[in-house]
């Protein structure tokens, strides 16, 4: 991994070995200020943290962030069109193995990438979904997967664990020293004038540090965005696409208000810079016009030298490193996706039935056509139709009543029901009828949803809520 950083990314290790040396100086002038002689051990401390921080964010960086966001796990038949785009782009990266694929529950729409090449996941808002055609969604995707080809999601996640070990530091340093007086006390035991400049010139590197680190690593996620633009134009063939849908992005990126400030930086367009026009030294990304402007200057070509002619031609200098150019093979522009397009509100409601499904509903259709959304935890064996008023059962697996019914009839006198005996595998007699060609769901014993979608071909299904096997049987 290191030798390709090395030979693409030059400049960002240039710039994360500053931020190491910074951590170092660190953690070398505030062990010489806390004890005499402690400049050494002050410095084993400060990467020790550091080597903490990291092996943390290295096994569960991924699930954390994710988690931060509520994204949630799909697969293929939740949302082919996303799954298939997703497959395109790892196919035309080259990454030996496909993302992940995550939805957010937001009306903003967004996207961010995690993890390394060979376990990462690509997570996109369901705004996203609803807002952006075939070739935008393919762009956006395509942005996202040339972070994590370019190693830039790991090589990130170093950077961004390093400038949280020199933050906590300088602050736990800074604290220490006003709060309990330690400055004042080294000066007054004879510790001579020496002292006092090492004490303050520690205190003021405390306070310049965090500030420092974090201009290093801002400037490092810049530029990474625009060669994740120029990678994202070579995969897709097609640079207007991705153009187009960062321009929708970035006029819907700042409804995303709940977003902290450890993922902001990662998503495509940072939500809590969506609305500024300017980039500055404390932006991780630059300004969404700048970068339209690029990949709409890409004329003839999609390749990273046709994306460094555009860069050079607005900004008079390059951003895409030698090594990576050398490495540049000529790519022409396809036309645009032929296939029609769903209209906004048909995409509106198919993305809001994906977030039902995996949010648990059930979903019954009434003879009346009117499709009906049951929530999680109804009771109940049928519910009524707020349109014609008839009374629609609620598809369960056989012998659901009778489960039920034992239950009841087996809980004591003090009304406590007794789990079902044995372990899943052995409750597999529940079954249940299918129709392939349509989503279908039903009610496991255990009263979570199960939802059938209609390119099943499983035998069998096993329930996320218990584990129990529910036989399929197709209609």
């Not at 070739?135 to 996202?144: F, I």
Request: net charge positive; with cysteine; charged share 20%.
């Amino acid at each position: 991994m290191w030798e390709a950083i090395a030979s693409n990314k030059r400049r960002s290790v240039f710039l994360v070995l500053a931020m190491a040396a910074v951590l170092v100086a660190l953690g070398y002038l505030i062990g010489g200020v806390l004890v005499p002689g402690g400049q050494y051990p002050g410095v084993a401390v400060a990467v020790m943290l550091w080597l903490v921080l990291w092996l943390t964010a290295s096994v569960a960086g991924s699930g954390i962030l994710l988690g931060s966001v509520n994204a949630r796990e799909i697969q293929h038949d939740d949302h082919p069109v996303l799954f298939n785009v997703v497959e395109e782009m790892t196919i035309a990266a080259g990454l030996p193995k496909m993302p992940k694929v995550y939805i957010m529950d937001t009306d903003a729409p967004n996207a961010f990438a995690v993890g390394t090449v060979d376990n990462s996941a690509v997570a996109v808002t369901s705004g996203l979904l609803m807002r952006l055609n075939r070739d935008e969604l393919q762009g956006v995707v395509a942005h996202e997967i040339g972070h994590i080809k370019n190693y830039d999601t790991r090589f990130m996640m170093l950077a961004g664990v390093m400038m949280g070990a020199i933050i906590l530091i300088a602050d736990i340093f800074t604290r220490t020293m006003f709060y309990s007086g330690a400055g004042r006390r080294r000066g007054g035991r004879g510790g001579g004038q020496a002292q006092l400049i090492l004490v303050v010139v520690a205190l003021a590197f405390a306070i310049l540090a965090p500030i420092i680190a974090q201009i290093l690593y801002f400037a490092c996620s810049r530029r990474r965005e625009y060669l994740a633009d120029a990678s994202g134009a070579a995969f897709t063939r097609y640079p207007e696409g991705l153009a187009s849908a960062l321009e929708k992005i970035s006029t819907g990126a700042p409804l995303m208000t709940k977003v902290n400030r450890a993922v902001a930086p990662m998503f495509t367009v940072n939500p809590r810079e969506a609305t500024s026009s300017v980039s500055g030294l404390f932006s991780t990304h630059p300004p969404t016009e700048d970068r339209v402007r690029v990949l709409r200057s890409m004329a003839g070509g999609a390749a990273f030298a046709d994306y460094q002619a555009a860069y050079e031609k607005l900004h008079g200098t390059g951003v895409i490193g030698a090594a990576t150019m050398a490495q540049s093979r000529p790519v022409g522009v396809r036309p645009p996706s032929p296939e029609p397009e769903p209209e906004d509100l048909d995409k509106a409601r198919e993305t809001v039935d994906i977030l039902h499904r995996m949010g648990g509903f059930l979903f019954l259709q009434c003879a009346c056509g009117l499709k009906i959304k049951v929530p999680p935890g109804q009771k109940g064996d049928e519910v009524q139709c707020p349109r014609c008023g008839r009374g629609v059962p609620v598809p369960q697996a056989a012998a659901v009543a009778a489960a039920a019914a034992a239950s009841l009839e087996a809980a004591g006198e003090d009304g406590v029901i007794p789990p079902l005996k044995g372990e899943p595998t052995e409750a597999a007699g529940y079954t249940c009828q299918y129709t392939p060609g349509k989503w279908q769901s039903l009610r496991c014993p255990c009263g979570r949803t199960v939802n059938l979608s209609p390119n099943f071909s499983a035998p069998e299904i096993q329930c996320k809520g218990c584990g129990r096997t529910i036989k399929v049987e197709r209609a």
